[in-house]
Structures are given as structure tokens and as C-alpha cells.
């Protein structure tokens, strides 16, 4: 069946370091990827999204790029701030046939000022 | 600005009891989803629907029902409550097809179950 796969658990990093957080993808068809980010009391919110091979996603300076020969999506920004710290999400959504989503398990991320 | 709410914010109950969970949105979407989040499981979807009367059975439905009343209101249904189901309930909705294809969340309900 479709799946995500993401960095397992917590990431720790100091203010200013690099981040990547890891998302590859099974799926049967050309889905649509996405990141969430979610903060303590709140639902996910869209990061932002792509729906194209090569495509690059972006948003408050964190970024993705869609790669379909290595089904992979991952997550990076240059300098994390304190800010940051939340429970990141990547998901894909099939455009075919029903209209689900598949979630990762969830990284969080915890940045130290 | 997307809207999805959600009540009650907080529940318990025992086991055995009967909850219901409800969750309203007002951005005209068709598809609206009822997940539970759980450490180390992240975002598992239980229901769906695309419209009002109509239901999809998502991945972990076992244990519980839903009802799409109207475009606005979808209800999760634990008829007889298990420990096993306490977690953080989220709902959210969607639109059909490209730009709108991302889901809104509403703010969540925690669910515990003694």
C-alpha cells in the first residue's frame, strides 16, 4: 500500500544549524507531497506542498524538493531558529481515485536557543 | 480564512460508555476526515466522507462509526469505549482537486477512556 517514511522521533539542534529532515514515499500512482508542521495545542497546518517531479516547495525559509526517481521529499532549512521547534509531518495525496492522505509518523523538532 | 472547529475540546469517559465527537467546518469542502494522533503512529486516519450520507472506511476503523449529517457537520461515534481508544481525535476537511487539496485540522479533542 502507499506509505511515508520520515526521520524517526526528535531531532535536537542549536539555534542557526542546518536542519534536513528525511520523507521518501511508496505509492502506486503520481501523488501530490506535502509537509505539516504542527505546534503544541494546534492542529497540522500546510508548510507547503508540490505535485511535480522536480518541483520545490517553500515556505519561512524552509524548503523540499519533489524527486520521483528517488521518491523523496525531503525536509531542510539553513538556520533553524528557537521558533522552529514543532512536530513536522510529510504526507502524500493519491489524485486518482479516493481522495486520502498519508501521514509519516511525525518528527519532532526541538531547537535550543 | 478556512475554518474547521471541533467539540468537545476534552472528553472522558469509561469504559464502555458512548462518545460522540463532532467537528463542523465552513469552507464549503466535500472531503472531511476524522484521524486519531498517537506517539510513534502520527496521523492515522479512521473516516472519511466526500459529502453529506456519504461514508469511507479509512485505515483504523475498528471501534468506530461516523456520520455525515450535512457538508458542515461530520460525527465520530465510539458506541462501546475502550482504553485503547484514548488519544487526540483531529478532524479536518478538504477540497477536491488541485490548489485546494490541501486539509485545514481543527484544533483537536482529547479522548480519554478509563
Known amino acids: 500500500g502507499d506509505s511515508v517514511t520520515q526521520t524517526e522521533g526528535q531531532v535536537a539542534l542549536s539555534e542557526e544549524d542546518f536542519l534536513t529532515i528525511h520523507c521518501n514515499y511508496s505509492?502506486?500512482?503520481?501523488?501530490?507531497l506535502f509537509w505539516y508542521v504542527q505546534y503544541p495545542g494546534e492542529g497540522p497546518q500546510l508548510l507547503f506542498r508540490?505535485?511535480?517531479?522536480?518541483e520545490k516547495g517553500s515556505s519561512r525559509g524552509f524548503e523540499a524538493t519533489y524527486d520521483k526517481g528517488t521518491t523523496s521529499f525531503h525536509l531542510r532549512k539553513a538556520s533553524v531558529q528557537e521558533s522552529d521547534s514543532a512536530v513536522y509531518y510529510c504526507?502524500?495525496?493519491?489524485?486518482?481515485?479516493?481522495?486520502?492522505?498519508?501521514f509519516g509518523a511525525g518528527t519532532r523538532l526541538k531547537v535550543i536557543a | 480564512e478556512a475554518a474547521v472547529t471541533q467539540s468537545p475540546r476534552n472528553k472522558v469517559t469509561v469504559t464502555g460508555g458512548n462518545v460522540t465527537l463532532s467537528c463542523r467546518q465552513t469552507?464549503?469542502?466535500?472531503?472531511m476526515y476524522w484521524y486519531r494522533q498517537d506517539t510513534g503512529h502520527g496521523l492515522r486516519l479512521i473516516h472519511y466522507s466526500y459529502g453529506a450520507g456519504n461514508l469511507q472506511i479509512g485505515d483504523v476503523p475498528d471501534g468506530y462509526k461516523a456520520t455525515r449529517t450535512t457538508q458542515e457537520d461530520f460525527f465520530l461515534l465510539l458506541e462501546l469505549a475502550s482504553p485503547s481508544q484514548t488519544s487526540l481525535y483531529f478532524c479536518?476537511?478538504?477540497?477536491?482537486?488541485?490548489?485546494?487539496?490541501?486539509?485545514?485540522f481543527g484544533p483537536g479533542t482529547r479522548l480519554t477512556v478509563l
Open positions: 479536518a476537511s478538504s477540497g477536491d482537486w488541485g490548489h485546494y487539496a490541501e486539509q485545514f
Open positions: 505509492a502506486s500512482g503520481y501523488p501530490t
Open positions: 504526507a502524500l495525496r493519491l489524485n486518482t481515485g479516493n481522495y486520502k492522505y498519508v
Open positions: 508540490a505535485s511535480r517531479d522536480k
Open positions: 469552507n464549503s469542502h466535500n472531503y
